[in-house]
C-alpha cells in the first residue's frame, strides 16, 4: 500500500466494518498495520497486514526495508481468479531470494551449510518457472541490484535442482548490497531479536503463577469483558469455548470460569492461584471446606471478585475476557448467586462482597434461554427439578449495567454460534 494512499484506505476498511488492532512489541513495526474483519454470512475473521513499506529480516525485528516501493507497484499483475493486484513472478522472485537470508536466525548463519525450509525452495521454484533469467537481470539492473556471474545457470539450476547452496548464493550476493538499507544494524537486531525471544519464553512459563500475560493483538478501542449465563444444557461451555478459539485467531482473548471452581485459563495454561486448594474437586480440598465451614462462601465470591478486576484491568488495554457464568445478586442459592441465608456474620460478608461485583460489571453479557424440555433432554443426568427452576429463574436475572443479550438456545448450535459471534462484532 502506498504511504499517501493511508488515509483513504483507512476510511475505507472502517466503513467496510473492519477493526485496527495492534501488535506486541516483538511483531510490531514501523510502517506495518493489522486490520480484523469480519463475515456476516459466515462468521469467519479475515485479517489483513498491510505493509506500507518492503519490510523483511531477522525475527521480532524485521530489520531490512527495501528500497523499491514504486518499483513495486510498476511490476504487478492483476490475478485472473480474484482481480487482486500481485507482484510479477520476477520481482516475487527477486525479494524471495533476500527474504531468505535476511530472515535466516543467526544460530543457522554460523553453519557450514544453512538450511532453507523446502516450501520456501518450492516458492521459489516455482516463482522462477514463471519467469527467465533475461527478465530477472532487467528488473535487477531497474532495482539497482548487481546479479552474480553465471546468474542464468544458476537460475536454471535452482529450478532443476533446489539446492541450498546454490540459492544462498544467490541470497546472500543480494543481500550484501542493501547494508545501507538496515533499519538498525545487525548486531543491535539480533540483540533485540534474542531479547524478545526471552521475553517471550519467560513470559509463557511464568504467566502460569503470575497471571494472564497478552500474547495476542489488542484492540484500539479497548477490549470488553464478555459474560455467558444460563441454565444447565443452554450451551454455556460449549459457546465459551468455541467463541475464546474464534477469538485467539488473532486477539488477546482470555477464559474466566466463575463456577464453584473459579479459575483462569490463558493460552492453553490453567493460571495457579493461591486459593486453588479451597475450590478444588479432590478429597483434601472437600475436607478443608468441611473444616471452613460457611466462611467458604465470602472467600469463594472474593475470589472471584479478584478475577472480575483482573478482566476489568485486562479489557481496558485491549484484551478480551470470555467469563463462562457470572456472579448475580437476584436469585440465591443457584445460578452463581448468594449461597447463605442472612444469618450471621458469614452471610453479612456474602453479600457485601457479592454488591462489589456491580464495580465489575460485565460489558456484554449473554443470556442463554433455553426451554427445561431442551435442557433437560442435553443433560439428562442432571436434576430434572433444578434445572426447571434454573431455566425459569435465568430470565429473572438482572446483570446492573451490562448489555444483556438474550439467546434462544433451543435453536441449532451453530445458529446460536453464528449470531453470538454477530454480537460480539458489533460490540467489539
Known amino acids: 500500500m502506498q504511504p499517501d494512499d493511508c488515509a483513504k ?57 527495501l528500497p523499491w516501493l514504486e518499483q513495486f507497484f510498476e511490476h504487478v499483475i492483476y490475478d485472473a481468479a480474484t482481480g487482486w493486484p500481485i507482484p510479477t513472478p520476477a520481482l516475487e522472485a527477486i525479494i524471495l531470494f533476500i527474504r531468505i537470508w535476511a530472515k535466516m536466525p543467526p544460530s543457522e548463519r554460523l553453519k557450514s551449510n544453512p538450511t532453507i525450509p523446502v516450501y520456501l525452495k518450492e516458492e521459489l521454484a516455482y516463482l522462477l ?31 532443476a535442482n533446489q539446492k541450498s547452496a546454490s540459492i544462498l548464493g544467490v541470497s546472500i550476493y543480494f543481500y550484501e548490497q542493501l547494508k545501507s538499507y538496515y533499519r538498525t544494524p545487525w548486531s543491535v537486531s539480533v540483540l533485540k531479536s534474542h531479547l524478545h525471544k526471552l521475553r517471550i519464553r519467560s513470559s509463557r512459563a511464568s504467566s502460569k503463577l503470575s497471571g494472564p500475560f497478552k500474547f495476542g493483538k489488542t484492540l484500539v478501542k479497548g477490549g470488553k469483558v464478555i459474560a455467558f449465563v444460563g441454565s444447565d444444557g443452554s450451551g454455556k461451555s460449549t459457546l465459551t469455548r468455541d467463541v475464546l ?99 450471621d456474620w458469614c452471610a453479612d460478608l456474602e453479600m457485601k462482597k457479592f454488591r462489589q461485583v456491580r464495580d465489575y460489571d460485565a460489558d456484554l453479557v449473554f443470556r442463554l434461554l433455553v426451554s427445561p424440555e431442551v435442557a433437560c433432554a442435553r443433560k439428562p443426568e442432571h436434576n430434572t427439578d433444578m434445572i426447571k427452576l434454573k431455566c425459569e429463574n435465568i430470565s429473572k436475572i438482572s446483570f446492573g449495567s451490562s448489555q444483556v443479550i438474550d439467546i434462544d438456545a433451543d435453536q441449532p448450535y451453530e445458529q446460536v454460534l453464528l449470531r453470538v459471534k454477530q454480537v460480539i462484532w458489533e460490540n467489539l
Open 129 to 159: 518457472s514463471k519467469t527467465n533469467s533475461e527478465e530477472l537481470s532487467q528488473l535487477c539492473k531497474e532495482l539497482q541490484l548487481r546479479v552474480p556471474p553465471d546468474f542464468g545457470a544458476t537460475v536454471h539450476s535452482i529450478m
Open 245 to 343: 478459539n474464534w477469538l485467539t485467531y488473532k486477539i488477546d482473548a482470555h477464559y474466566f470460569y466463575f463456577g464453584k471452581n473459579p479459575f483462569i485459563f490463558s493460552y492453553n495454561k490453567q493460571i495457579i492461584s493461591k486459593t486453588d486448594l479451597l475450590f478444588k474437586r479432590d478429597r483434601f480440598s472437600q475436607i478443608l471446606r468441611k473444616l471452613i465451614g460457611n466462611t467458604y462462601y465470602p472467600l469463594l465470591i472474593n475470589r472471584k471478585i479478584e478475577m472480575l478486576e483482573h478482566a476489568k484491568k485486562m479489557s481496558r488495554t485491549g484484551s478480551v475476557v470470555i467469563c463462562d457464568r457470572f456472579p448475580q445478586l437476584d436469585v440465591k442459592g443457584m445460578n452463581d448467586g448468594p449461597h447463605l441465608l442472612p444469618k
Open 9 to 65: 484506505y483507512e476510511a475505507c476498511l472502517t466503513q467496510l466494518g473492519y477493526k485496527k488492532i495492534i501488535s506486541q512489541a516483538w511483531s510490531s513495526y514501523p510502517l506495518v498495520e493489522d486490520w480484523l474483519g469480519f463475515d456476516e454470512a459466515t462468521g469467519n475473521l479475515l485479517h489483513l497486514h498491510t505493509h506500507y513499506a518492503l519490510v523483511t529480516g531477522i525475527q521480532h525485528v524485521k530489520h531490512l526495508y
